[in-house]
């Protein structure tokens, strides 16, 4: 596992090596410009002493917090905006080193005291600090809108520092959000600022955060070309930190693009530099990825001496990510040099912080990790546990996910109808005031009496059959809110909680259903539940486009292989279940074979590269046997044991459940245990059925 720079958290997945270094990065642009504006006359005292400790927090924020402890006490004759200042240094320093509660106070009084004197400047900076201590929360959506309120106030500010960082830190929201043309228009603007302003600091800065966009965009050459720059204007500020950054830029680029040699030789570069100046932070986290690198290539002996050094540094620096991501990578090399009950220990210890700090989305890659390791050392039995602990937690996150966007989709659709309502409400004001006006004009006017009424009728009849038109589109909005409920929506196929809802209403009529057809075959309804084969390679190497453009053509091809009547569903993640209704008993292990073959058979074009995949399959009959009481949930378990049983006996095949010889209490008990020792012990009755030539391809 590899080591990020993230200014929320410093140790990240093997795919978020660089995942937004400028917002930390970004805390120390100079001297000149630390505290304020650049003033004409010689920088204050106070101005400078911020400036020098807001290097050392990027460096090293636990040597800088006694330093600003320090200065708390000069502050009696500092200006309103150093005071603010200092606070909002405070504020970073205190979440770099993870006291997030401690460091939003600080934010909220430097915003109040900027606000209390008008100074922009200072309520700018403010906002930034909390948006960037919100962001180190996983507050992501509140810190981006801070950030984009601070970029509002700087953009007119006379202090270039602040308003290319703002700049910068705008940019790279709208690259968290997945809006990479609003990021690299901001970002290439503040390269030109930086340039034009002849400032190598800020050039180097700007095209690193320019380099790291790229990357994100997998536009490796233009990253690298970036770089080259970003590396010249460094040749004139003589400061090993700032190469440091850019070594560590460089090798996230590198690993990105497959070359783990030149990111082994960078990052060996970075870990001299850091070793340099002192940056215990630094050396921390060249440590993790220099593990990381030699596990890819496989020097297990360089990676665990590594790995131990990191964990070293992290016990050192009371460090818990440090350390817990250390122990995981000595655990995978201990696995690869055959120790297998110490490799398996120390990565279940450097897990259990992982989940016990409630990093989910970071705890579902390291299951997947771990049961990719387990299996390459032929330990299937822990691989299945692992395969079994990940997608329990994928499906977790899917349906958070889901449940969100049907929130913001209700959220919408109520914001819809207030609006609605208020213009109601407008309308019926308008009816009064006329009426009010009537009632004068009968006053003044009798002979006017009948023209104002029919007047007030026709304003009346019109406002009625606005308010028909209104009733009729809350209508369609209604029905096309239940619609949305029911489907997925990115493969547009049914979503779980419409087959759930679906197998409550039906479950007794499809039993009924059953019986034998003209030819004489047992007609029964039937699972499939279907898993992609290493899908997280293709979300790694190609990006989460590609990985829902895979899920989009899975789910065309399911359209296209099965019938009309049969139900399809996104389970969650990478799984979609069928139910199939009517079909011959001995007619299941043929439409496993269609799905085997058919699913590889398709190709995805996105962007240039060819894309296919295999899929891993668990079927049974539903009901199992005539007059069985067996539920469908616990149908549909037998059928997740199934693709297990496919998966952990080495994919694109399918393992089917034909039939279980007793299905009392205690018989099913232990086939929901460990269907694959049942099945050894002739309990369950399995048909195999085997994919084709194995398909993970990707042609340019």
């Given at each position: 596992?590899?080591?990020?720079?993230?200014?929320?958290?410093?140790?990240?997945?093997?795919?978020?090596?660089?995942?937004?270094?400028?917002?930390?990065?970004?805390?120390?642009?100079?001297?000149?410009?630390?505290?304020?504006?650049?003033?004409?006359?010689?920088?204050?005292?106070?101005?400078?002493?911020?400036?020098?400790?807001?290097?050392?927090?990027?460096?090293?924020?636990?040597?800088?917090?006694?330093?600003?402890?320090?200065?708390?006490?000069?502050?009696?004759?500092?200006?309103?905006?150093?005071?603010?200042?200092?606070?909002?240094?405070?504020?970073?320093?205190?979440?770099?080193?993870?006291?997030?509660?401690?460091?939003?106070?600080?934010?909220?009084?430097?915003?109040?005291?900027?606000?209390?004197?008008?100074?922009?400047?200072?309520?700018?900076?403010?906002?930034?600090?909390?948006?960037?201590?919100?962001?180190?929360?996983?507050?992501?959506?509140?810190?981006?809108?801070?950030?984009?309120?601070?970029?509002?106030?700087?953009?007119?500010?006379?202090?270039?520092?602040?308003?290319?960082?703002?700049?910068?830190?705008?940019?790279?929201?709208?690259?968290?959000?997945?809006?990479?043309?609003?990021?690299?228009?901001?970002?290439?603007s503040a390269v030109t600022q930086a340039r034009q302003s002849g400032d190598p600091l800020l050039?180097?800065?700007?095209?690193?955060?320019?380099?790291?966009?790229?990357?994100?965009?997998?536009?490796?050459?233009?990253?690298?070309?970036?770089?080259?720059?970003?590396?010249?204007?460094?040749?004139?500020?003589?400061?090993?930190?700032?190469?440091?950054?850019?070594?560590?830029?460089?090798?996230?680029?590198?690993?990105?693009?497959?070359?783990?040699?030149?990111?082994?030789?960078?990052?060996?570069?970075?870990?001299?530099?850091?070793?340099?100046?002192?940056?215990?932070?630094?050396?921390?986290?060249?440590?993790?990825?220099?593990?990381?690198?030699?596990?890819?290539?496989?020097?297990?002996?360089?990676?665990?001496?590594?790995?131990?050094?990191?964990?070293?540094?992290?016990?050192?620096?009371?460090?818990?990510?440090?350390?817990?991501?250390?122990?995981?990578?000595?655990?995978?090399?201990?696995?690869?040099?055959?120790?297998?009950?110490?490799?398996?220990?120390?990565?279940?210890?450097?897990?259990?912080?992982?989940?016990?700090?409630?990093?989910?989305?970071?705890?579902?890659?390291?299951?997947?990790?771990?049961?990719?390791?387990?299996?390459?050392?032929?330990?299937?039995?822990?691989?299945?546990?692992?395969?079994?602990?990940?997608?329990?937690?994928?499906?977790?996150?899917?349906?958070?996910?889901?449940?969100?966007?049907?929130?913001?989709?209700?959220?919408?659709?109520?914001?819809?109808?207030?609006?609605?309502?208020?213009?109601?409400?407008?309308?019926?004001?308008?009816?009064?005031?006329?009426?009010?006006?009537?009632?004068?004009?009968?006053?003044?006017?009798?002979?006017?009496?009948?023209?104002?009424?029919?007047?007030?009728?026709?304003?009346?009849?019109?406002?009625?059959?606005?308010?028909?038109?209104?009733?009729?589109?809350?209508?369609?909005?209604?029905?096309?809110?239940?619609?949305?409920?029911?489907?997925?929506?990115?493969?547009?196929?049914?979503?779980?909680?419409?087959?759930?809802?679906?197998?409550?209403?039906?479950?007794?009529?499809?039993?009924?259903?059953?019986?034998?057809?003209?030819?004489?075959?047992?007609?029964?309804?039937?699972?499939?539940?279907?898993?992609?084969?290493?899908?997280?390679?293709?979300?790694?190497?190609?990006?989460?486009?590609?990985?829902?453009?895979?899920?989009?053509?899975?789910?065309?091809?399911?359209?296209?292989?099965?019938?009309?009547?049969?139900?399809?569903?996104?389970?969650?993640?990478?799984?979609?279940?069928?139910?199939?209704?009517?079909?011959?008993?001995?007619?299941?292990?043929?439409?496993?074979?269609?799905?085997?073959?058919?699913?590889?058979?398709?190709?995805?074009?996105?962007?240039?590269?060819?894309?296919?995949?295999?899929?891993?399959?668990?079927?049974?009959?539903?009901?199992?046997?005539?007059?069985?009481?067996?539920?469908?949930?616990?149908?549909?378990?037998?059928?997740?044991?199934?693709?297990?049983?496919?998966?952990?006996?080495?994919?694109?095949?399918?393992?089917?459940?034909?039939?279980?010889?007793?299905?009392?209490?205690?018989?099913?008990?232990?086939?929901?245990?460990?269907?694959?020792?049942?099945w050894r012990a002739g309990l369950v009755d399995v048909s195999i059925v085997q994919g084709g030539?194995?398909?993970?391809?990707?042609?340019?």
């Amino acid at each position: 596992m590899l080591a990020g720079v993230n200014h929320a958290s410093q140790y990240r997945g093997s795919r978020a090596v660089l995942r937004a270094p400028l917002l930390s990065l970004l805390l120390a642009c100079g001297t000149a410009s630390a505290a304020g504006p650049v003033p004409a006359a010689v920088p204050s005292p106070l101005r400078q002493q911020l400036a020098e400790i807001q290097e050392i927090t990027r460096l090293d924020p636990q040597r800088a917090l006694p330093m600003l402890n320090r200065l708390a006490g000069d502050l009696t004759a500092a200006t309103p905006g150093e005071h603010a200042n200092f606070l909002s240094l405070s504020c970073i320093a205190q979440y770099r080193v993870g006291h997030s509660e401690l460091a939003l106070p600080l934010c909220e009084q430097a915003l109040a005291l900027g606000r209390r004197h008008g100074d922009r400047d200072a309520i700018a900076r403010a906002l930034l600090a909390k948006a960037y201590a919100l962001f180190a929360m996983n507050e992501m959506a509140q810190s981006h809108q801070l950030i984009w309120e601070a970029e509002k106030l700087a953009l007119n500010s006379q202090d270039r520092e602040l308003r290319i960082r703002a700049i910068v830190s705008s940019g790279e929201s709208f690259a968290e959000d997945g809006n990479f043309p609003s990021a690299l228009n901001r970002i290439q603007s503040a390269v030109t600022q930086a340039r034009q302003s002849g400032d190598p600091l800020l050039t180097v800065i700007t095209l690193n955060s320019l380099a790291y966009l790229y990357n994100q965009m997998r536009e490796h050459r233009k990253a690298f070309d970036a770089l080259d720059e970003a590396y010249l204007a460094a040749g004139h500020l003589a400061s090993p930190a700032r190469l440091a950054t850019l070594k560590n830029t460089e090798y996230g680029v590198a690993m990105d693009s497959g070359q783990i040699q030149r990111a082994l030789k960078v990052m060996r570069e970075a870990l001299d530099l850091a070793r340099r100046i002192g940056a215990d932070p630094m050396i921390g986290t060249a440590l993790v990825n220099l593990s990381d690198c030699n596990l890819k290539l496989r020097n297990h002996h360089a990676a665990l001496a590594y790995a131990q050094q990191a964990l070293e540094q992290g016990r050192k620096l009371k460090d818990e990510t440090l350390v817990a991501t250390a122990r995981i990578n000595i655990g995978q090399a201990n696995l690869a040099m055959g120790r297998r009950a110490e490799g398996k220990k120390s990565i279940e210890e450097g897990m259990a912080w992982y989940e016990k700090s409630g990093h989910k989305p970071d705890l579902q890659m390291l299951l997947a990790e771990y049961g990719d390791a387990l299996e390459r050392v032929g330990d299937y039995a822990g691989a299945l546990g692992a395969y079994h602990r990940e997608r329990a937690l994928s499906n977790e996150l899917f349906e958070k996910r889901r449940q969100k966007a049907m929130l913001e989709l209700q959220e919408k659709y109520e914001a819809d109808k207030r609006q609605r309502q208020i213009e109601l409400l407008r309308q019926e004001n308008q009816v009064k005031s006329t009426e009010i006006d009537n009632r004068r004009l009968q006053q003044r006017v009798w002979w006017l009496l009948a023209t104002v009424f029919a007047l007030a009728s026709a304003i009346v009849f019109m406002l009625y059959r606005k308010v028909r038109h209104a009733n009729a589109q809350l209508e369609e909005k209604n029905l096309e809110l239940k619609q949305q409920s029911a489907l997925d929506p990115l493969t547009g196929l049914y979503n779980r909680r419409h087959f759930q809802d679906y197998m409550r209403g039906h479950q007794e009529g499809e039993r009924r259903g059953t019986g034998v057809n003209p030819q004489g075959d047992d007609m029964v309804s039937a699972l499939f539940l279907l898993d992609v084969d290493h899908f997280k390679h293709i979300n790694d190497t190609y990006g989460h486009g590609a990985g829902d453009a895979v899920l989009r053509e899975i789910a065309a091809g399911l359209r296209e292989i099965l019938r009309e009547t049969d139900m399809i569903v996104r389970w969650g993640g990478e799984e979609f279940l069928a139910f199939l209704p009517a079909v011959p008993r001995g007619g299941l292990d043929e439409v496993a074979l269609r799905l085997l073959g058919g699913i590889p058979a398709r190709t995805i074009d996105y962007q240039g590269t060819q894309l296919s995949v295999n899929v891993s399959i668990g079927f049974a009959p539903f009901p199992l046997a005539r007059g069985d009481a067996l539920s469908w949930e616990r149908a549909v378990n037998i059928v997740d044991m199934a693709l297990y049983l496919a998966k952990g006996h080495g994919r694109n095949r399918a393992y089917g459940v034909r039939g279980i010889k007793r299905l009392d209490p205690a018989a099913m008990q232990e086939v929901e245990q460990d269907i694959e020792r049942a099945w050894r012990a002739g309990l369950v009755d399995v048909s195999i059925v085997q994919g084709g030539m194995p398909v993970l391809r990707a042609v340019s």
